[in-house]
């Protein structure tokens, strides 16, 4: 189990890095497929490729999430926006000793297809961030190389 979530948080430090902005004629129509199967009320506002994955971002409830889904159209994670005061107290704890100078800006909950949850804390300073990803336990994974890079809103 902790193997698995491990390797999804490296998945996601390597993806991250590599997203590119995709118009929707260029996303394979099994990827649309996957989302209109698993979220049928929901509009595309944005598509990214991820090294061979898809991410889908929308709303739903006036809530921002993004999906990811492999080429033939098979669901793998969705990231869910939460608040920052919804993570667990370990990670902000853990992010509060470990990443002095750093203000936590942003917070999300990841669930896998298998439904195990992960929690990421973006910490920021100025224009440079990165990610910290927790297990479902509130235990520090990994953290993403830090980035100056403008984030899209």
């Given at each position: 189990?902790k193997?698995?979530i491990a ?7 390597f993806t991250?890095?590599?997203a ?12 649309k497929?996957g ?9 595309v506002e944005?598509?990214?490729k ?10 739903l409830?006036k ?5 990811v889904?492999?080429?033939?159209g ?13 993570l667990?107290?370990?990670v902000?704890?853990y ?8 203000k936590?800006?942003?917070a999300?909950k990841i ?6 949850v ?11 961030h990165?990610d ?16 100056s890079?403008?984030?899209k809103?």
């Amino acid at each position: 189990m902790k193997s698995t979530i491990a390797t999804i948080a490296l998945c996601l430090g390597f993806t991250i890095a590599n997203a590119q902005d995709l118009k929707e004629a260029e996303v394979p129509e099994k990827v649309k497929a996957g989302f209109a199967s698993k979220y049928p009320n929901s509009k595309v506002e944005e598509w990214e490729k991820e090294g061979d994955e898809y991410e889908a971002e929308f709303h739903l409830n006036k809530v921002e999430y993004s999906a990811v889904f492999t080429a033939d159209g098979t669901f793998k994670e969705l990231e869910q926006e939460i608040k920052t005061s919804e993570l667990p107290k370990t990670v902000t704890d853990y992010c509060t000793k470990t990443f002095v100078g750093y203000k936590l800006s942003e917070a999300a909950k990841i669930m896998d297809a298998n439904e195990n949850v992960m929690f990421e804390a973006e910490m920021s300073k100025g224009k440079e961030h990165f990610d910290a990803i927790f297990d479902s336990q509130g235990s520090f994974l990994k953290k993403s190389t830090p980035s100056s890079k403008e984030e899209k809103d």
